[in-house]
Protein backbone atom coordinates (compact mmCIF):
# COMPACT_ATOMS: atom_id res chain seq x y z
CA UNK A 1 0.00 0.00 0.00
CA UNK A 2 1.54 3.27 -0.68
CA UNK A 3 -0.24 6.69 -0.41
CA UNK A 4 1.79 9.92 -1.84
CA UNK A 5 1.44 13.28 -0.35
CA UNK A 6 2.85 16.55 -1.37
CA UNK A 7 5.54 16.32 0.98
CA UNK A 8 5.93 12.81 1.91
CA UNK A 9 5.34 9.23 0.49
CA UNK A 10 3.83 6.42 3.12
CA UNK A 11 3.89 2.91 2.41
CA UNK A 12 3.54 -0.42 4.00
CA UNK A 13 5.12 -3.52 3.79
CA UNK A 14 4.08 -6.67 5.84
CA UNK A 15 2.42 -3.95 8.38
CA UNK A 16 5.64 -1.68 8.72
CA UNK A 17 4.97 2.09 7.69
CA UNK A 18 7.37 3.78 6.25
CA UNK A 19 7.25 7.50 6.41
CA UNK A 20 9.56 9.03 3.95
CA UNK A 21 9.87 12.98 3.75
CA UNK A 22 10.37 14.24 0.38
CA UNK A 23 11.58 17.79 -0.33
CA UNK A 24 14.65 17.05 -2.01
CA UNK A 25 15.04 20.70 -3.16
CA UNK A 26 15.06 21.33 0.05
CA UNK A 27 17.18 18.72 1.87
CA UNK A 28 13.85 17.55 3.16
CA UNK A 29 13.32 20.53 5.33
CA UNK A 30 10.08 20.90 7.79
CA UNK A 31 7.68 23.79 6.47
CA UNK A 32 4.15 23.75 7.63
CA UNK A 33 3.10 21.88 4.89
CA UNK A 34 5.26 18.78 6.05
CA UNK A 35 4.12 19.08 9.23
CA UNK A 36 0.66 19.13 8.30
CA UNK A 37 0.66 15.77 6.48
CA UNK A 38 2.43 14.64 8.67
CA UNK A 39 0.01 15.03 11.39
CA UNK A 40 -2.74 13.88 8.65
CA UNK A 41 -0.57 10.65 8.30
CA UNK A 42 -0.02 9.81 12.28
CA UNK A 43 -3.62 9.68 12.28
CA UNK A 44 -4.24 7.80 9.38
CA UNK A 45 -1.58 5.47 10.89
CA UNK A 46 -3.15 5.69 15.09
CA UNK A 47 -6.65 4.53 13.39
CA UNK A 48 -5.36 1.19 12.02
CA UNK A 49 -6.13 -2.21 13.68
CA UNK A 50 -2.91 -4.14 15.38
CA UNK A 51 -2.60 -6.58 12.29
CA UNK A 52 -2.01 -3.39 9.79
CA UNK A 53 0.05 -1.07 11.78
CA UNK A 54 3.28 -2.68 13.74
CA UNK A 55 6.03 -0.67 13.33
CA UNK A 56 6.78 2.95 11.33
CA UNK A 57 9.74 4.36 10.36
CA UNK A 58 10.58 7.94 9.59
CA UNK A 59 13.42 8.14 7.14
CA UNK A 60 14.09 10.90 4.26
CA UNK A 61 14.49 10.81 0.73
CA UNK A 62 17.78 10.16 -1.12
CA UNK A 63 21.26 9.59 0.51
CA UNK A 64 22.16 13.02 1.32
CA UNK A 65 19.65 14.30 4.01
CA UNK A 66 16.92 12.84 6.33
CA UNK A 67 15.58 16.43 7.22
CA UNK A 68 17.86 19.39 7.45
CA UNK A 69 15.82 21.07 10.06
CA UNK A 70 12.78 23.34 9.58
CA UNK A 71 12.49 25.36 6.81
CA UNK A 72 14.81 28.67 6.82
CA UNK A 73 13.10 30.41 4.11
CA UNK A 74 9.58 29.81 5.64
CA UNK A 75 10.78 31.45 8.91
CA UNK A 76 13.01 33.87 8.17
CA UNK A 77 9.74 36.38 8.29
CA UNK A 78 7.96 34.88 11.00
CA UNK A 79 6.60 37.21 13.61
CA UNK A 80 7.11 36.53 16.86
CA UNK A 81 3.00 35.26 17.43
CA UNK A 82 3.30 32.98 14.41
CA UNK A 83 6.71 31.71 15.16
CA UNK A 84 4.84 30.19 18.75
CA UNK A 85 1.91 28.99 16.49
CA UNK A 86 5.05 27.15 14.19
CA UNK A 87 7.27 26.18 16.92
CA UNK A 88 4.11 24.66 19.05
CA UNK A 89 2.89 23.07 16.14
CA UNK A 90 6.11 21.32 15.24
CA UNK A 91 5.65 20.12 19.18
CA UNK A 92 2.65 19.13 18.94
CA UNK A 93 2.76 16.88 15.98
CA UNK A 94 6.40 15.59 17.20
CA UNK A 95 4.54 14.73 20.14
CA UNK A 96 1.52 12.62 18.15
CA UNK A 97 4.29 10.44 16.50
CA UNK A 98 5.69 9.45 20.60
CA UNK A 99 2.46 8.55 21.95
CA UNK A 100 2.18 6.42 18.96
CA UNK A 101 1.32 3.05 20.27
CA UNK A 102 3.70 0.97 17.84
CA UNK A 103 7.71 1.18 17.95
CA UNK A 104 9.24 3.89 15.61
CA UNK A 105 12.53 3.75 14.08
CA UNK A 106 14.17 6.95 12.44
CA UNK A 107 16.53 5.61 9.77
CA UNK A 108 18.62 9.05 9.55
CA UNK A 109 20.75 8.79 5.98
CA UNK A 110 21.76 12.10 6.08
CA UNK A 111 21.79 15.26 7.45
CA UNK A 112 19.42 15.56 10.57
CA UNK A 113 19.96 18.79 11.94
CA UNK A 114 17.56 21.56 14.25
CA UNK A 115 13.87 20.25 13.50
CA UNK A 116 15.64 16.74 11.76
CA UNK A 117 17.20 15.58 14.73
CA UNK A 118 14.00 16.73 16.99
CA UNK A 119 12.23 14.77 14.59
CA UNK A 120 14.39 12.01 15.31
CA UNK A 121 14.15 12.58 18.93
CA UNK A 122 10.82 11.67 18.72
CA UNK A 123 11.05 7.78 17.73
CA UNK A 124 11.97 5.16 20.00
CA UNK A 125 15.07 4.42 18.41
CA UNK A 126 17.67 6.05 15.55
CA UNK A 127 19.78 4.10 13.63
CA UNK A 128 22.11 6.13 11.33
CA UNK A 129 24.19 5.25 8.03
CA UNK A 130 27.71 6.03 8.31
CA UNK A 131 27.52 9.46 6.21
CA UNK A 132 25.01 10.92 8.81
CA UNK A 133 25.61 14.27 10.38
CA UNK A 134 23.45 15.17 13.69
CA UNK A 135 23.30 18.50 15.14
CA UNK A 136 20.85 21.17 16.66
CA UNK A 137 23.01 24.05 14.82
CA UNK A 138 20.09 26.75 16.12
CA UNK A 139 22.15 28.76 17.63
CA UNK A 140 23.85 29.89 14.53
CA UNK A 141 20.68 31.21 13.14
CA UNK A 142 20.18 33.40 16.11
CA UNK A 143 17.40 30.71 17.48
CA UNK A 144 16.96 27.63 19.92
CA UNK A 145 15.46 24.22 19.14
CA UNK A 146 12.02 25.04 18.90
CA UNK A 147 10.32 21.40 18.10
CA UNK A 148 11.33 19.81 21.49
CA UNK A 149 14.81 19.77 21.17
CA UNK A 150 16.01 21.56 24.30
CA UNK A 151 13.48 19.04 25.96
CA UNK A 152 14.21 16.10 24.41
CA UNK A 153 17.99 16.10 24.02
CA UNK A 154 18.58 16.44 27.47
CA UNK A 155 16.90 13.64 28.60
CA UNK A 156 18.10 11.28 25.67
CA UNK A 157 21.95 11.84 26.42
CA UNK A 158 22.25 13.97 29.87
CA UNK A 159 22.32 17.51 30.63
CA UNK A 160 26.31 18.31 29.92
CA UNK A 161 26.62 16.74 26.70
CA UNK A 162 23.20 18.24 25.19
CA UNK A 163 24.36 21.83 26.74
CA UNK A 164 27.50 21.53 24.25
CA UNK A 165 25.69 20.67 21.65
CA UNK A 166 23.21 23.23 22.13
CA UNK A 167 25.16 26.14 22.80
CA UNK A 168 27.64 25.30 20.03
CA UNK A 169 25.16 24.48 17.32
CA UNK A 170 28.16 21.84 16.11
CA UNK A 171 27.30 18.99 14.01
CA UNK A 172 28.67 15.44 14.86
CA UNK A 173 29.40 12.12 13.10
CA UNK A 174 26.73 9.15 13.43
CA UNK A 175 30.16 7.52 15.06
CA UNK A 176 29.70 10.09 17.80
CA UNK A 177 26.62 10.16 18.00
CA UNK A 178 27.11 6.78 18.56
CA UNK A 179 29.24 6.85 21.19
CA UNK A 180 27.35 9.13 23.16
CA UNK A 181 23.96 7.02 23.14
CA UNK A 182 22.18 9.22 21.19
CA UNK A 183 21.99 6.82 17.93
CA UNK A 184 21.14 3.02 18.88
CA UNK A 185 23.59 1.54 15.48
CA UNK A 186 25.54 2.76 12.91
CA UNK A 187 25.62 0.96 9.41
CA UNK A 188 26.03 1.90 5.64
CA UNK A 189 23.43 3.43 3.70
CA UNK A 190 23.30 0.43 1.67
CA UNK A 191 22.48 -1.68 5.12
CA UNK A 192 20.30 0.98 6.75
CA UNK A 193 16.60 0.09 5.65
CA UNK A 194 17.64 -3.82 5.72
CA UNK A 195 19.00 -3.66 9.58
CA UNK A 196 15.73 -1.69 10.63
CA UNK A 197 13.72 -4.24 8.94
CA UNK A 198 15.75 -6.59 10.98
CA UNK A 199 14.91 -4.79 14.40
CA UNK A 200 11.29 -4.47 13.94
CA UNK A 201 11.21 -8.50 12.66
CA UNK A 202 12.40 -9.70 15.76
CA UNK A 203 10.01 -6.88 17.94
CA UNK A 204 7.59 -8.49 16.18
CA UNK A 205 7.97 -12.12 16.76
CA UNK A 206 7.42 -10.94 20.82
CA UNK A 207 3.78 -9.87 22.49
CA UNK A 208 2.54 -7.13 20.69
CA UNK A 209 0.34 -6.07 23.74
CA UNK A 210 3.93 -6.59 26.13
CA UNK A 211 5.90 -4.27 23.85
CA UNK A 212 2.88 -1.55 24.07
CA UNK A 213 2.61 -1.36 27.29
CA UNK A 214 6.49 -1.18 27.84
CA UNK A 215 6.65 1.60 25.46
CA UNK A 216 4.00 3.15 27.72
CA UNK A 217 5.70 2.94 30.42
CA UNK A 218 8.46 3.96 29.53
CA UNK A 219 7.13 7.17 27.78
CA UNK A 220 4.67 7.94 31.41
CA UNK A 221 7.09 7.06 33.88
CA UNK A 222 10.20 8.98 32.35
CA UNK A 223 9.01 12.54 33.97
CA UNK A 224 7.23 10.42 37.46
CA UNK A 225 8.67 10.58 40.41
CA UNK A 226 10.28 7.11 40.83
CA UNK A 227 7.24 6.22 43.61
CA UNK A 228 4.80 6.66 41.03
CA UNK A 229 6.64 5.45 38.49
CA UNK A 230 6.59 2.41 39.89
CA UNK A 231 3.30 2.14 40.89
CA UNK A 232 2.35 2.93 36.90
CA UNK A 233 4.79 -0.08 36.00
CA UNK A 234 2.88 -2.55 38.14
CA UNK A 235 0.00 -1.70 37.26
CA UNK A 236 0.84 -1.89 33.36
CA UNK A 237 2.55 -5.34 34.62
CA UNK A 238 -0.14 -6.66 36.16
CA UNK A 239 -2.67 -5.71 33.52
CA UNK A 240 -0.68 -7.73 31.13
CA UNK A 241 -1.77 -11.08 33.37
CA UNK A 242 -5.29 -10.37 31.62
CA UNK A 243 -4.17 -10.82 28.60
CA UNK A 244 -4.30 -14.46 26.28
CA UNK A 245 -0.93 -13.72 25.00
CA UNK A 246 1.10 -13.56 28.46
CA UNK A 247 -0.74 -16.62 29.25
CA UNK A 248 0.34 -18.02 26.20
CA UNK A 249 4.07 -16.53 26.52
CA UNK A 250 4.71 -18.22 29.88
CA UNK A 251 2.91 -21.48 28.86
CA UNK A 252 5.15 -22.05 25.89
CA UNK A 253 8.11 -21.55 27.89
CA UNK A 254 7.60 -24.16 30.09
CA UNK A 255 6.44 -26.50 27.16
CA UNK A 256 9.99 -25.13 25.10
CA UNK A 257 8.10 -23.90 22.40
CA UNK A 258 7.83 -20.60 20.68
CA UNK A 259 4.57 -18.44 21.93
CA UNK A 260 2.25 -17.59 19.13
CA UNK A 261 0.94 -14.16 20.46
CA UNK A 262 -2.26 -13.08 18.30
CA UNK A 263 -2.24 -9.44 20.29
CA UNK A 264 -4.84 -10.25 22.94
N1 LIG B 1 15.60 25.19 5.23
C1 LIG B 1 15.39 25.57 3.95
N2 LIG B 1 16.19 25.19 2.93
C2 LIG B 1 17.23 24.41 3.23
C3 LIG B 1 17.51 23.98 4.53
C4 LIG B 1 16.64 24.39 5.57
N3 LIG B 1 16.79 24.00 6.83
N4 LIG B 1 18.63 23.23 4.50
C5 LIG B 1 19.02 23.17 3.22
N5 LIG B 1 18.19 23.89 2.44
C6 LIG B 1 18.26 24.11 0.99
C7 LIG B 1 19.39 25.08 0.66
O1 LIG B 1 18.95 26.42 0.83
C8 LIG B 1 19.65 24.72 -0.77
O2 LIG B 1 18.65 25.29 -1.59
P1 LIG B 1 19.09 26.16 -2.90
O3 LIG B 1 19.75 25.16 -3.79
O4 LIG B 1 17.76 26.63 -3.41
O5 LIG B 1 20.01 27.22 -2.42
C9 LIG B 1 19.43 23.20 -0.81
O6 LIG B 1 18.64 22.91 0.34
C10 LIG B 1 20.73 22.42 -0.68
O7 LIG B 1 21.41 22.87 0.47
P2 LIG B 1 22.94 23.41 0.43
O8 LIG B 1 23.27 23.98 -0.91
O9 LIG B 1 23.12 24.31 1.62
O10 LIG B 1 23.72 22.04 0.63
P3 LIG B 1 25.17 21.85 1.26
O11 LIG B 1 25.57 20.45 0.98
O12 LIG B 1 26.10 22.93 0.84
O13 LIG B 1 24.93 22.01 2.87
C11 LIG B 1 23.80 21.68 4.96
C12 LIG B 1 24.13 21.11 3.56
C13 LIG B 1 25.08 21.75 5.81
C14 LIG B 1 22.79 20.75 5.60
C15 LIG B 1 23.20 23.11 4.79
O14 LIG B 1 22.17 23.06 3.84
C16 LIG B 1 22.65 23.68 6.06
O15 LIG B 1 23.40 24.15 6.92
N6 LIG B 1 21.30 23.71 6.19
C17 LIG B 1 20.64 24.32 7.33
C18 LIG B 1 20.77 23.48 8.59
C19 LIG B 1 20.11 24.17 9.77
O16 LIG B 1 20.52 25.23 10.19
N7 LIG B 1 19.06 23.54 10.33
C20 LIG B 1 18.32 24.09 11.45
C21 LIG B 1 17.14 24.85 10.96
S1 LIG B 1 16.34 25.77 12.21
C22 LIG B 1 15.36 24.69 13.01
O17 LIG B 1 15.32 23.50 12.73
C23 LIG B 1 14.51 25.30 14.10
C24 LIG B 1 13.72 24.36 14.92
O18 LIG B 1 14.24 23.68 15.79
C25 LIG B 1 12.29 24.34 14.80
Redesign the pocket.
Known amino acids: MAYDFKTLKLSSQNSIWTLEIHRP???N???NLVLSEMAESLRFISEMSFEDARGLIITGHGE??FV????????LNLSPEEALQ??KK?QSVFHELALLKIPVIAAVNG?A????L?LALACDFIFASDNA?LG???V??G?????G?TVRLSRAIGLRKARELIYS?D?ITASRAYEMGLVNLVTTQAELLPQVMKRFESILTKGPLAVEASKKAILTTWDLDIEKGFEFEAEQFSELFASLDSKEGMKAFTEKRKAQFQGH
Open positions: EALALNKAAGADIKEMFGGFLGGGEKLPESLLIPGFGGM
